[in-house]
């Protein structure tokens, strides 16, 4: 799972720490 930011793009590093899915 990735976080899909505002601005459209994807936050990958935020993504693994916060979820790991």
Do not use: C, E, N, W
């Not at 793009?9 to 935020?14: E, G, H, Q, V």
């Amino acid at each position: 799972m990735v976080l899909k930011l505002r601005d459209g793009s994807y936050d990958y590093t935020k993504s693994q720490t916060l979820s790991k899915t």
